[in-house]
């Protein structure tokens, strides 16, 4: 079956350091792939997205992912922490394109920065 | 810039009552869909939604839900009988056919069953 999976339901990082949130999925066919953010209390806002082309892609927020095929993964990384990224991140996945596709989403992982 | 709404933002209702979300879709989008976060999990997949007909639904989707664009600019999910497993955020998502890939999703409509 095709899957989501976001390993750390948890990440804390100081403020200034590298920022890492694992996504890995299984698909029998490469997927779409996409990081989304949820501040408390809203809803999601797309950060970046995968979906042919260059595997290194850039997002908003100075975040950005690799699509790595043999890996089946698309993390999402960040060179310098800020406060204002505190927030909830969500990998999703979808598996058709050029239809109503749905998303499929990772179980989220909530990044704390600290001081 | 163009942007999905959703009302109202909370909604509290008794168990086994009817409620109606609300969404307007961003204009020129064509494809709709429902999601819902129980609190604490995962945004999960309930249904979408193109040329006036669903597309897709997920096992979640039972008899209770229903969806429907009654004018060319609102797109409500209707729940009969509310439990309170109900209870949830409920996001809709819009997506052009253009631009394929993009789901555009509201602030979400929080609903407590009681």
């Known amino acids: 079956a095709q899957s989501v999976t976001q390993l750390g339901s948890h990440v804390s990082v100081s403020e200034g350091a590298l920022v890492l949130l694992r996504c890995n999925y299984s698909s029998s066919v490469p997927p779409y792939l996409f990081w989304y953010v949820q501040y408390p209390n809203q809803g999601l806002q797309l950060l970046l997205k995968y979906t042919t082309g260059a595997t290194l892609v850039k997002g908003i927020n100075g975040f950005e992912a690799e699509f790595k095929k043999s890996e089946t993964s698309f993390h999402l990384t960040k060179p310098s922490a800020h406060m204002s990224d505190a927030a909830e991140y969500f990998c999703?996945?979808?598996?058709?394109?050029?239809?109503?596709?749905?998303?499929?989403f990772g179980t989220g992982t909530r990044l704390q920065v600290t001081l | 810039e163009p942007e999905v709404t959703q009302t109202p933002s909370h909604q509290v209702t008794q168990m086994g009552q009817e409620v109606i979300l609300r969404c307007v879709p961003i204009?020129?989008?064509?494809?709709f869909y429902w999601y819902r976060q129980i609190l604490g999990q995962k945004v999960e997949f309930l249904v979408s939604?193109?040329?006036?007909?669903?597309?897709?639904k997920s096992e979640i989707f039972d008899d209770q839900f229903s969806v429907e664009r009654p004018d060319g600019s609102n797109f409500t999910l209707k729940i009969r009988s509310t439990k309170l497993e109900d209870s949830a955020m409920y996001f809709c998502a819009s997506k052009s056919e253009r631009v394929s890939y993009e789901q555009y999703f509201g602030p979400g409509t929080r609903l407590t069953v009681t």
């Open positions: 204009s020129n989008h064509l494809y």
């Open positions: 939604f193109y040329n006036n007909e669903i597309s897709e």
């Open positions: 999703a996945v979808s598996f058709r394109t050029g239809t109503a596709s749905k998303l499929t």
